[in-house]
């Protein structure tokens, strides 16, 4: 059986997507290889049809028990026969899948990297004919990544200990240049077998609000805008999706919610419900999504922000499988980032790695201020480029430009004058003319820009300050305590060699954004 056929006898599609043939064909002809795809891109089908091809078997690594189950339920529906061994599967069910594999009744077997790193169970995989190793979600093998997980750091080693000397296929959407490498670094992959697919969506519609009334109300008529088409809404912990939940169905919005702290039966009847189109609106935690198959999902809203690019990208990019027009809505708020600041500030986590985790926080923070396309702010954080879409809130807003060269010195000049020590909230403070204990114990009323921007509410100037660091003119330094200092275009600015503009505010005074301190 060739590639194709299996395509079509096996899984009813016509034609390989973007990226699979170039995968599937270099596999086949036996090279380690990294495929980056978007989520819904079409990943599994790379290992899955070579699974079949081949005459062996391929283990495919995963890291999540319950994602493997529902792999290889699917599988099994379109009649091929797939197994996972894990923590789940009782010791005695193992050997009778082993033999199956044996016999050549099971191609595919799902397990845990830890499994794989377990000396028996290699020790028994060596009686198989393995042929492939996938390796799902591979960055999280890297400490550059966003899912860090120690288990797979072994995997080289442990795949190389295999008799048979299968090839690797690591996959993954979400990896910038740096983790990229480091995935092929770490399991010995020749960057000329990197095959590495748009990441843009162009049939999703990105956009970021900043609600004037509460994110409730924006929620509230955004449903009634959307009622019958089918979405999620994500909110950052279990309390909050019990709250929104109750709230919307008070108000006769037929939403159901979904988070990891419920009982296993009424989850998979939640994903069942909303699977087979008997509700619209989940509202759920970042625990729904891996693993579900629902194409026609038209919108993804963010109640609460996510901590990185890389989750919020995941998370959006369920909207819109099956290629129609659809959205993807980050309500944002200043005060969420400020939420997981805290966290991770608590994490025991190596300095490195907290730093990387606040520079993506303000990845997120850029991404909800910077004027520029939303889709290509995205591709360029994964080191990729694109023209601007032409329909993100950004590329479609129609809002006057003014021009705030003038504001943005004295904000510039204040920050200097201020030695680049302090934080978005003293700046703000310091910029509107705050009278307070603080202001005092740094000397600030006697600086020549202090209440500079008297004119402004202290959130409208935070939300100024915002939007000079997502533009560059300001920059932010430090990871826990980050501090306001000029910008690589900022000197520029301070030399009048160039302008800052802006769209406009609809009121001057609106608490775009809140202060964070
Ligand atoms: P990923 O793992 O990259 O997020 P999946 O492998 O789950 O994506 O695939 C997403 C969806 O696309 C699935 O419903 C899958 O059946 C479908 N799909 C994959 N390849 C093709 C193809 N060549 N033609 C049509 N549909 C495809
Ligand atoms: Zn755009």
Redesign the pocket.
Known sequence: MTPEQV?KDN?G?????NG?EAVISRVMAGKNVLAV??????????YQIPALVNSGVTIVVSPLISLMKDQVDALKQNGIAAAAINSTIPQEAVNPILRQAYEGKVKLIYVTPERLNMEYFRYQLNFLPVDLIAI?EAHCISQWGHDFRPAYRQLRSAIAGLRSQPNTLA?T?TATPTVREDIGHQLGIDPANFVITSFTRPNITFRVVHPENSTRCYIREYLTAHRDEAGIIYVNTRKGVDELTAYLLEHHFPVAAYHAGMDPADRARVQDDFQFDRVNTIVATSAFGMGI?K?NVRFVLHATSAQNIESYYQEA?RAG?DGLPSEAVLIYHPNDLRQYRWFIDQSTADDDYRDRQYQKLQAVANYASTPECLQQYIVRYFGQDCPPCGHCSNCTDERTVQDITAESQAVLKLVQELHGRFGKGVVAQAATGSHNQRMQEIGAPSLANFGALQKLTKQAAASLIDYLVAIGVLKTAGAQYPVIQVGKRGWAVLEGEQTVTRRQEKSPDRSRTQVEE
């Open positions: 395509l899984f599609f016509t034609k390989f997507r699979q795809m978007p989520t819904g891109g079409g990943k599994s089908l790379c799902d996959l959407a198959d194409s990019g499988r």
